[in-house]
């Protein structure tokens, strides 16, 4: 940046590079929305006091940054980010060309102090600084609310009779003129105002001007780099007024010297706390531009999932079972003999134990729940995870995952958490169904609950009901 300044700006090495002043422009314009995000959230824990400070923030960071611009100017000769990008505002002299370059070689000091703002030039800025984003901000927010088709959407069928009532007071007079310049005034005002900027810098970048900004150029002052008599000066301007080897002078009776004494506050912790904030803000913008990212981007959960993808996750554990009944029973040893007069086909598929229902806590009754797929059961293509539990077709349509982890046929898991399920009804009405328990006849309702609500398998409340299926792409 600094090499392409000067191949532009030949041997002015104080006059900074467009793209500096651009960067600078656009750090200032970030203050304003972070300090209003930051207030919101803080708004949703104390709203009762800080709802107040939301309505008016455009007042109050006007007020704020009046003190803040301030002290900068008075200190540092430029605005707060326009020291963080070491640069300062000076005049501009009244001589052919407005450069003195052998005086600023000869006599850095006496050319500094020349072209120092003076008290005049400080308010002067202050209103370029402070007042006039201001002002624009309220313009911009005026032509959203009253211009069309803004203001047909607002106000409705009045926006059509919005004309001057004949015996109108004061502020309806000067609110009717208001939205009449907001309507039919401020966009030409607006279109002029972006077009002089525009021409500004392009005047700028060629060195046809020493002006960025048509602002600068009505108030005498230009931006310019810092040079080292300025750090000097802002050193010894720091520094106490009073020589090290003079103690203060003790406190009066009645009179602290602690930090909330007003006395010590104005003279100690006001300048110092004003010259932390160009470490602080800055750093701050930055921190909430990367969260920003942060959470915006995939990154994050990208980190997380090759974090979690060594671990070793154990099953759902399905409520209602027995501790003993969760565990599988110790393997017999292994003979190699079988028992005389057993059968082939039940030594290689033992007869599956009958599991216990899951208990509702609410009710104290039992759930009807569905069991997982066995080997044997799917068919020999396709395997028992490709399998639905609910209506144990050989391929799941349209996989959907519940919350405990189960993949089911959309139409059937959604059909089961509504209650609507064929399987539900039947069990209900006093069919045998095919889970293996409820030996007892006739009709179950008001001693089972049909599972509505809840997951097929393991019988958990599935939050948000049919809300919270998620389909899977497979």
């Not at 150029?217 to 310019?224: Q, S």
Request: charged share 20%; with cysteine; glycine share 6%.
């Amino acid at each position: 940046m600094e090499f392409m300044s000067d191949i532009q700006n030949g041997i002015d090495d104080l006059k900074p590079s467009l793209f500096e002043l651009l960067s600078e422009e656009k750090l200032s314009s970030l203050i304003s929305p972070s300090l209003r995000y930051l207030l919101v959230i803080a708004t949703h824990r104390r709203p009762r006091y800080l709802l107040p400070l939301l309505d008016r923030f455009d007042e109050v960071y006007a007020c704020l940054m009046l003190l803040v611009e301030r002290h900068y100017l008075l200190t540092y000769g430029g605005g707060f980010t326009e020291n963080f990008y070491s640069l300062k505002r000076e005049r501009v002299l009244r001589t052919k060309g407005g450069e003195l370059p052998r005086a600023q070689r000869a006599a850095p000091q006496l050319v500094r102090d020349t072209l120092v703002l003076s008290k005049t030039d400080v308010w002067t800025n202050l209103a370029v600084l402070v007042g006039l984003p201001y002002i624009k901000r309220k313009l911009d927010e005026g032509y959203d609310i009253h211009a069309p088709p803004a203001a047909a959407m607002i106000i409705g069928p009045r926006y059509d009779r919005d004309v001057l009532p004949p015996n109108a007071t004061i502020k309806q007079r000067l609110l009717h003129y208001y939205k009449w310049f907001l309507r039919n005034v401020y966009p030409s005002v607006n279109a002029a105002y972006y077009f002089s900027l525009l021409a500004f810098n392009l005047a700028y970048l060629f060195d046809r001007s020493r002006h960025h900004s048509p602002f600068l150029w009505l108030v005498g002052t230009r931006m310019r780099r810092l040079t080292e008599a300025d750090h000097r000066a802002f050193a010894l301007n720091l520094q106490p007024k009073r020589p090290p080897s003079i103690r203060p002078p003790p406190a009066r009776p009645g009179q602290s010297s602690s930090i909330f004494s007003p006395r010590t506050f104005t003279t100690t912790i006001y300048p110092r706390l004003l010259s932390s904030l160009r470490f602080l803000l800055p750093t701050s913008i930055f921190a909430l531009r990367f969260l920003e990212w942060w959470h915006a981007s995939d990154f994050a959960r990208q980190l997380s999932r090759k974090a979690i993808e060594g671990l070793d996750l154990p099953p759902p554990i399905i409520s209602g079972l027995p501790a003993s009944k969760s565990k599988q029973p110790p393997s017999p040893p292994p003979s190699s003999t079988p028992l005389l007069g057993a059968d082939s086909d039940t030594t290689k598929h033992p007869p599956r134990q009958q599991k216990q229902p899951p208990i509702s806590a609410t009710s104290h009754l039992p759930i009807l729940t569905v069991s997982l797929p066995s080997e044997s059961s799917a068919s020999s293509n396709t395997s028992s995870s490709a399998t639905c539990p609910i209506c144990l077709s050989p391929q799941i349509v349209n996989p959907t995952a519940c919350q405990t982890g189960y993949v089911f046929c959309y139409t059937c898991i959604f059909r089961w958490v509504d209650g609507s399920h064929d399987r539900q009804t039947a069990f209900l009405d006093g069919g045998a169904g095919e889970e293996g328990w409820a030996e007892e006849q006739g009709s179950r309702r008001g001693k089972w609950e049909s599972g509505k609500g809840r997951c097929a398998v393991t019988g958990r409340r599935v939050l948000g009901g049919t809300e919270g299926l998620r389909r899977i792409m497979v």
